[in-house]
C-alpha cells in the first residue's frame, strides 16, 4: 500500500462547479499533513495545510478525518485557472529533525468554460 | 523574505557526462534542504535530504550524489549520468522543525535534465 494514495483523475468539471478530493494515508502516527498545487511543468507550490478542526482559505476548504485518515480538499466556484494537478502530502516517518514530507502522485483537474 | 534558486533551468546531456545542479537559499538560516526528481508524469522522489552543512542523507540508491559546502547551498552531482536520469529536479527548503510538527516545504523552480 503506498504511503499516500490520490485518485490520480483527471476531474474535468465546468466553471462554478464545485469539486472534492480525497487522499488516504497509511501511518496513523501522521502529524502534519498539507495540499501542494502543481501546475505542468513548473514546481509544487503550497496551498494551504490541513489543521485537525479544519481549515478554509476563500473557495478551498481542506478537513482531516484522523479515525479514518484521509484528507480532502474542496474547491467552490471552480475557475479555469484552478486547473493544476493538487498534491497531498505527509509527514515522512522518523524523527521529525529531518522534515521529510511524503507526497502523493497528485490529482488532476481540468476547469472547462 | 526567503526565495531559493536553481540553475540550470535546462539542461541537455550525453550518456556517461557528469553533471552538477546547484540550489541556493536566500533570508533564511539553518534550512533544512531536499533534493527531489520527478520523472514525467510521476509523482516526486525524494533523493537526498540535509539538515546541516557536510550532512548529507540518501533515500535511495543511485549514481547521485549530493553536497552542502554552505548553510544555505545544496549540490547534485554525478560523475556519468544514465538515461533514467533525466527527470525535473526540485531543490525545496524548510525551517528546521521543532517539536513534533513537519515544516512546509519550499521549492526551486526546478531543472528538467534530459540525458541522450
Known amino acids: 500500500r503506498k504511503e499516500v494514495e490520490q485518485d490520480p483523475g483527471p476531474f474535468n468539471v465546468p466553471e462554478g462547479a464545485t469539486v472534492a478530493f480525497n487522499c488516504t494515508y497509511s501511518?496513523?502516527?501522521?502529524?502534519?499533513f498539507f495540499w501542494y498545487r502543481q501546475d505542468c511543468r513548473k514546481e509544487p507550490k503550497l496551498l494551504m495545510s490541513?489543521?485537525?478542526s479544519g481549515n478554509e482559505d476563500g473557495r478551498f476548504t481542506a478537513q482531516l478525518n484522523r479515525a479514518s485518515q484521509y484528507i480532502s480538499l474542496l474547491i467552490r466556484d471552480s475557475k479555469l485557472s484552478d486547473s493544476a494537478t493538487y498534491l497531498c502530502?505527509?509527514?515522512?516517518?522518523?524523527?521529525?529533525?529531518?522534515?521529510?514530507?511524503?507526497f502523493g502522485q497528485g490529482t488532476t483537474l481540468q476547469v472547462k468554460p | 523574505s526567503q526565495t531559493i534558486h536553481q540553475w540550470p533551468a535546462t539542461l541537455v546531456q550525453p550518456v556517461g557526462s557528469p553533471l552538477s545542479l546547484e540550489c541556493t537559499v536566500e533570508g533564511t538560516s539553518n534550512p533544512n534542504l531536499y533534493w527531489y526528481r520527478q520523472a514525467a508524469g510521476r509523482g516526486l522522489q525524494l533523493l537526498f535530504y540535509s539538515v546541516g552543512i557536510g550532512q548529507i542523507s540518501s533515500e535511495v540508491p543511485q549514481n547521485l550524489s549530493a553536497s552542502r559546502p554552505q548553510d544555505r547551498q545544496f549540490i547534485l552531482s554525478s560523475k556519468k549520468l544514465l538515461l533514467s536520469d533525466s527527470g525535473f529536479y526540485l531543490c525545496?527548503?524548510?525551517?528546521?522543525?521543532?517539536?513534533?510538527?513537519?515544516?512546509?516545504?519550499?521549492f526551486g523552480p526546478g531543472t528538467r535534465l534530459t540525458v541522450l
Open positions: 490541513v489543521y485537525s
Open positions: 525545496a527548503w524548510s525551517v528546521r522543525p521543532s517539536g513534533r510538527s513537519y515544516n512546509e516545504q519550499f
Open positions: 502530502v505527509v509527514n515522512g516517518h522518523g524523527s521529525s529533525n529531518t522534515g521529510k514530507l511524503i
Open positions: 501511518n496513523s502516527a501522521s502529524q502534519s
